[in-house]
């Protein structure tokens, strides 16, 4: 009997391996400190674990409601109140998710036709592009300002059409650590209001914004968030990505379309974790001193890199700092990538994967969400450079 796989139409056909897994593969072939993908290399707080723990043992154990345990939905809309002064219903407006990926993803079938546009703001997070063409729709990128990586409003206007049934704003930025101010939030909406296109506001470093300045949330602009999808990481916020958990807070008309979507493609998320997460926010002081921990590691690295032949950019949120190496190489961003892991000893991301064209700026990100001693060591070997 000849056994055939049958061969299909791909549904993503330019997906290929993305450079997060190669630059992690390359860092551990040649024992690199690995700045590429982004995610702490220390613990989360001992009392998140106990408090797993105490919701497995307390036997929370099944199939939780679909839209999230109430006593989460509860945290997080108080959460949501105490910083942003917006009143989401929890019954109605807040969602768990498996984490911001899955948040956006369902944001993004619930509300997208086949035909129509949804806008990017390039550079960005690499699941958006895929994900608005797994719904049929047609990707419209936008760049940020090359240089400053700030929005472009006139760009951003002509690229608004008829077809237009979306947009995703990322603030602060993954990867260029830019921060949007509620000015920009205004210009958006003052480019919204004749429009009915929706935003999806990707908020996952929400709690990672220095120097004094503090997080614009859609959430906290009454015209944006009538239209919008806001979306929260617990993964970023309490150092534990692996866990893939987060929340959506939208109006409840919203919130019906998309709930729709996510009960039939994860139904629902861990129970034990949502439990825990829900006593853990009971202390704000976690996410609240969020910021001046990672401002210090920030801090700590941008002086070692002062040191170097890299130009930090500015990071003014995220845990990231991108750097501009044209003083060192002219190499390409993905080559100078291999070769600064491979001789210099240090994993880093290009920023031109982050662009549907390529397009090169001699620009690369690292990630300081790393032990004091882990940045040292790069530092060390990044003054070779
Ligand atoms: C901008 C941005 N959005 C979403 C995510 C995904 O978050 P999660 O791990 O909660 O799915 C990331 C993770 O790197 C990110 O950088």
């Not at 709690?207 to 968030?225: I, N």
């Amino acid at each position: 009997m000849l056994m055939r796989t049958p061969a299909f139409p791909s549904r993503l056909p330019k997906v290929g391996t993305n450079i997060f897994t190669v630059m992690s593969a390359l860092a551990q072939q040649h024992d690199a400190v690995n700045l590429g993908q982004g995610f702490p290399d220390f613990d989360c707080d001992p009392a998140l674990l106990d408090a797993v723990n105490a919701a497995m043992r307390a036997g929370h154990t099944q199939y939780p409601p679909m839209a999230g345990v109430p006593i989460l939905r509860e945290a997080v809309a108080a959460k949501i109140e105490a910083c942003y002064g917006r009143q989401y219903d929890p019954v109605s407006e807040i969602t768990v998710t498996a984490g911001a990926t899955q948040a956006i993803l369902t944001a993004i079938l619930a509300c997208v036709h086949r035909g129509d546009e949804v806008i990017v703001l390039e550079p960005c997070y690499d699941s958006y592009g895929p994900n608005i063409e797994l719904a049929g729709g047609t990707v419209v990128r936008v760049a940020l300002t090359p240089g400053s990586f700030r929005p472009d409003f006139a760009a951003i206007a002509q690229a608004l059409s008829p077809r237009t049934r979306a947009i995703i704003v990322n603030s602060p930025h993954n990867p260029t650590g830019t921060v949007w101010r509620a000015a920009d939030l205004d210009r958006l909406a003052d480019l919204l209001r004749p429009t009915d296109v929706l935003l999806i506001s990707d908020e996952v470093y929400e709690h990672m914004v220095f120097d004094g300045e503090r997080h614009a949330s859609a959430s906290a602009h009454a015209e944006l968030a009538a239209r919008a999808f806001v979306v929260s990481s617990f993964g970023k916020t309490f150092h534990v990505t692996g866990w893939k958990i987060g929340t959506v807070a939208a109006p409840a008309p919203l919130s019906v379309e998309f709930r729709k979507v996510h009960q039939f493609n994860v139904f629902t998320v861990n129970t034990p974790m949502q439990y825990a997460l829900a006593s853990y926010l009971a202390s704000p002081q976690p996410y609240l001193g969020l910021s001046d921990f990672y401002a210090a590691k920030r801090d700590l690295f941008r002086a070692g890199l002062a040191a170097t032949r890299l130009r930090a950019l500015p990071s003014e949120g995220t845990y990231f700092q991108c750097v501009d190496y044209s003083a060192v190489s002219d190499l390409g961003e993905v080559a100078f990538c291999r070769w600064l892991t491979s001789d210099i000893g240090v994993a880093a991301i290009p920023l031109s994967v982050f662009y549907e064209g390529g397009y090169e700026q001699r620009i690369v990100r690292l990630c300081f969400a790393k032990r004091d001693d882990t940045l040292r060591l790069a530092l060390d070997r990044l003054v070779r450079v």
